[in-house]
């Protein structure tokens, strides 16, 4: 007795439903993507002119046995004491007074150190730059 399938099974595939899905899922992305706003802080950048020209530079160095250093410009660095950092930078802030001051601090100094030369700074309205590393000695 010989049986046969009334129906046949078509290997074949459609992926037509599979395409629409793929693209009203694209769509919704797409809109969201427009409609959510990050949680950034909204910066006004200053606009630069042709060029930019370098203001005098004083520099105040902390190293690891807590000892500082101040310079101005190109000179060499002297040591002195903490007492003594706002007169020498009110004598460089009166050769320039465009001057600003960076800090250079090694990266074991206690944090309370840099925040008595912040205090110190902000107290004569120097301007402030931190640097992230120490300037070569010679």
């Known amino acids: 007795m010989a049986l046969k399938r009334r129906a046949k099974i ?3 595939f ?7 899905v793929i693209f009203l899922l ?3 992305f797409m809109i969201t993507s427009t409609v959510v706003s990050p949680n950034a802080i909204k910066v ?12 005098p530079l004083s520099r105040v160095i902390i190293d690891k046995e807590l000892n500082y250093y101040v310079a101005f410009g190109n000179e060499k660095e002297q040591k002195i ?3 003594q950092l706002p007169t020498y ?3 460089y802030a009166q050769l320039e007074p ?5 800090l250079y601090a090694d990266e074991t100094v206690p944090y309370r150190e840099v925040v008595k030369i912040l205090n110190i700074a902000n107290e004569n309205q120097f301007k402030m730059v ?4 120490s300037p070569e000695r010679n």
């Open 130 to 133: 931190l640097a992230t590393r």
């Open 98 to 102: 465009e001057m600003f001051v960076a």
């Open 26 to 28: 694209l769509i919704f």
């Open 44 to 55: 006004l950048l200053p606009q630069g002119k042709q060029q930019t020209s370098a203001k």
């Open 81 to 83: 004491s903490l007492e």
């Open 10 to 12: 078509s290997p074949n």
């Open 14 to 20: 459609s992926m037509a439903s599979m395409t629409d």
């Open 89 to 91: 930078l009110q004598s």
